[in-house]
């Protein structure tokens, strides 16, 4: 195990815990968010996406 786990926490060690959690969050959710974003902009498949009035043109 390890050993600054076992030590009582104190201030710092909370606000940087709760920090690296919130950006780690951040960055996961952003990075989600771009890939399926431009996912659906530059699909092969962007008219059946409603993008496009052409129709589904997927068949």
Same mark, same amino acid.
């Given at each position: 195990?390890? *050993? ?8 710092? *060690?909370?606000?940087?815990i ?6 780690? %969050?951040?960055?996961? %959710?952003?990075?989600?968010t771009?890939?399926?974003?431009? *996912? ?9 996406l409603?993008?496009?009035r052409r ?5």
């Open positions: 195990m390890l *050993r600054w786990s076992s030590l009582p926490p104190d201030v710092f *060690r909370v606000l940087q709760g920090s690296g959690v919130y950006l780690a %969050t951040f960055i996961v %959710t952003h990075l989600n771009a890939f399926v974003s431009a *996912r659906a902009v530059h699909s092969a498949f962007s008219s059946c409603g993008i496009s129709g589904c043109t997927m068949f």
